[in-house]
Every structure is written in structure tokens, then in C-alpha cells.
């Protein structure tokens, strides 16, 4: 059974950091991209950020460039996603996925989901 679970929220101030991790059971992912998106209450999930197999390219929202970080470790079959600077309205559910093929910050392109994981950014 694939499974995918994320870890590392939780409730943070603006200004501060955090460090997301997606561990992947069941199969390896060393051959797929895998991807970071986040849902707000009421609002559509969203890309956040993506990187390839390899972890040679990485790919963000415009909104979390040169604050969030996505990087891979094949030997440990995990992806991490660390967030810095955090805004209130960076809070949502952070969701890691697998992709299968497809634009990486397409949600159809994702063949995997997490469960996911809340952050929440106060003020």
C-alpha cells in the first residue's frame, strides 16, 4: 500500500519557520517529481512548489519564492518543504504528492496525496 504522510506543522508566528516533511511508504518515488500544494479554508488547493526527480529543479508559487525551499532525499524516500518568513495567510493544509506526468503545478498531474498537514500562521 502507497502511502504518503506528511509531518512538521503546526502553529507558528508570522515571521517564523517550519519545516514540512513527506515520508513515503510502499514504493520508491526516486524516479517521480513530487510536489507541495495547500488548501485554505474555502479556497481551491493550490501549487506551492514542485521538484523533479533528480532534485536538480524546483519549481514555486510566485508568492513563496525566496521564502519556501523544496528538497528531496531519494535514500530516505522523503520530501521536505522548508518555509521561512511565514505570513498569515500561508496558513492551509499542506498536502505532498507524487506526480505521475502531467505540469508540475497542476493537481491532475498528481498521481499520490498525502493526507496532509495544518499550518497555521497568527498575527
Known amino acids: 500500500q502507497v502511502q504518503l504522510v506528511e509531518s512538521g506543522g503546526g502553529l507558528v508566528q508570522a515571521g517564523g519557520s517550519v519545516r514540512l516533511s513527506c515520508a513515503a511508504s510502499?514504493?520508491?518515488?526516486?524516479?517521480?517529481?513530487m510536489g507541495w500544494f495547500r488548501q485554505a479554508p474555502g479556497k481551491e488547493r493550490e501549487f506551492v512548489a514542485a521538484?523533479?526527480?533528480?532534485?536538480?529543479?524546483?519549481y514555486y508559487l510566485e508568492s513563496v519564492k525566496g521564502r519556501f525551499t523544496i528538497s528531496r532525499d531519494n535514500t530516505a524516500n522523503t520530501v521536505y518543504l522548508q518555509m521561512s518568513s511565514l505570513k498569515p495567510e500561508d496558513t492551509a493544509v499542506y498536502y505532498c504528492?507524487?506526480?505521475?506526468?502531467?505540469?508540475?503545478?497542476?493537481?491532475?498531474?498528481?498521481?499520490?496525496w498525502g493526507q496532509g498537514t495544518q499550518v497555521t500562521v497568527s498575527s
Open positions: 504528492a507524487a506526480a505521475g506526468s502531467g505540469t508540475f503545478y497542476l493537481k491532475s498531474s498528481y498521481i499520490y
Open positions: 510502499g514504493r520508491t518515488f526516486d524516479r517521480n517529481g
Open positions: 521538484i523533479s526527480w533528480s532534485g536538480s529543479s524546483q
